[in-house]
Structure formats: C-alpha cells, structure tokens
T-cell receptor
Framework: GENVEQHPSTLSVQEGDSAVIKCTYS??????FPWYKQELGKGPQLIID?????GEKKDQRIAVTLNKTAKHFSLHITETQPEDSAVYFC???????????FGGGTRLMVKP | GAGVSQTPSNKVTEKGKYVELRCDPI?????LYWYRQSLGQGPEFLIY????????DSGLPNDRFFAVRPEGSVSTLKIQRTERGDSAVYLC?????????????FGPGTRLTVL
C-alpha cells in the first residue's frame, strides 16, 4: 500500500522566517495531495491541496510544490506568525483506495 | 453550517468492555471515513462508507472493530473487548462524494482511553 514519509518531525522558526516541510510518497498512482493543520484538541483542517497535474499552488503565505517524478511534495509557509504554530500533516490520496494516507506530522513552533 | 461532530469527546473504559463512538457528518455528505490517530502520529484509515454501505473496511485492525451507517448519515464505530492498545483519538471525516478531489472535513475526534 501507499507509504508517506514526512520531515522534519519538529521545526522551530523565528516569527517572520519561512518554514518548509517535505513529504515523499511511494505509489506513483496517487493523484491528490492535501496538507492539514491540526491544533491541540481539534481535528485536522485542510489548509491547501494540490492535484497531480499541477506543479505548484499558492494561497497567500502558503504554497505547495509537487514533483511527480521524484514523488515528493513540500509545504512552504512564508512570514510565519505565532498562530501558525501547530502540527502539520501531509497526505496522499489514491483513488483506487478511496482513502487518505498521512505522513507522521511536523510540529511547527513559531517563536515571537 | 455545522461541521462534523463526534460524541463523546472523551471516553474512558476498562479493558474488556464494549464502546460505541458516534459521528454526525456534514449534512448532504455521502462519503464518511473513520481514522485512528495514536499519540504523535498521523491519522490511519480504518473504514470508508459510501452511503449506507462500507465500501472499504481494509483498515479495521481486527474483528473486534465494526462500524455501521444504517441511514447513510450518522455512523457508529463499535469496539468489542477493548484492549489497552485501542487507546487513541478516533477521527471521523466526511466529504461531499468519494472523489479524492473533494475535501475531507474532520470532526474533533473522540479520545478513547482503555485502562
């Protein structure tokens, strides 16, 4: 089955700096890659997603890039703010499986 | 409108007991998913419903776990003879349809603790 690896597991940045989280996936048939933000005691919330026919997508301070050949995708957060502090999960969707496979998560800490 | 709701928010039980966890999806969402999230890990797929039927239950760890969605809306995850290893947060998600391009909206989860 699909396997998603996520790095780093923890990331500490200064407010205003950029943060980058990277993920790799194993099944080349995966075609949809969402990123979720999870705050303490809450369920994951979608922040951005990308389809396999697109290489990059941006939404204000957040961007995602996808390299299908290398089977990896990354989340980029610019001008980080303390409220960006949370756990971030990448995921891949394999239509044949009708399920999301999640990475292990990255705890992002933005220091004011 | 209202998001996905799950009850109870916390459940503490003793080893060997039976528990039921409830999920109320977003109205009109035909696809419903259950995931399990252990401490410090990402959610892991358990089961997926399309309407009333379980379209994929390949993630259920063993036959102590069972889920139903009798009217195509509310779903109940049932765990028999609970074990300490079942302790985790159980997340429910729903989407408009099972297409991978439809966002899965997650509930806040039920934290299950088996003593």
């Amino acid at each position: 089955g699909e396997n998603v690896e996520q790095h780093p597991s923890t990331l500490s940045v200064q407010e205003g700096d950029s943060a980058v989280i990277k993920c790799t996936y194993s099944d080349s048939a995966s075609n949809y890659f969402p990123w979720y933000k999870q705050e303490l005691g809450k369920g994951p919330q979608l922040i951005i997603d990308i389809r396999s026919n697109v290489g990059e997508k941006k939404d204000q301070r957040i961007a995602v890039t996808l390299n299908k050949t290398a089977k990896h995708f990354s989340l980029h957060i610019t001008e980080t703010q303390p409220e960006d502090s949370a756990v971030y999960f990448c995921a891949s969707f394999l239509h044949a499986g009708n399920m999301l496979t999640f990475g292990g998560g990255t705890r992002l800490m933005v220091k004011p | 409108g209202a998001g996905v709701s799950q009850t109870p928010s916390n459940k503490v039980t003793e080893k060997g007991k039976y528990v039921e966890l409830r999920c109320d999806p977003i109205s009109g969402h035909t696809a419903l998913y259950w995931y399990r999230q252990s401490l410090g890990q990402g959610p892991e797929f358990l089961i997926y419903f399309q309407g009333t039927g379980a379209a994929d239950d390949s993630g259920l760890p063993n036959d102590r776990f069972f889920a139903v969605r009798p009217e195509g809306s509310v779903s109940t995850l049932k765990i028999q003879r609970t074990e300490r290893g079942d302790s985790a947060v159980y997340l429910c998600a729903s989407s408009l349809s099972p297409s991978g391009f439809n966002e899965q909206f997650f509930g806040p989860g039920t934290r299950l603790t088996v003593l």
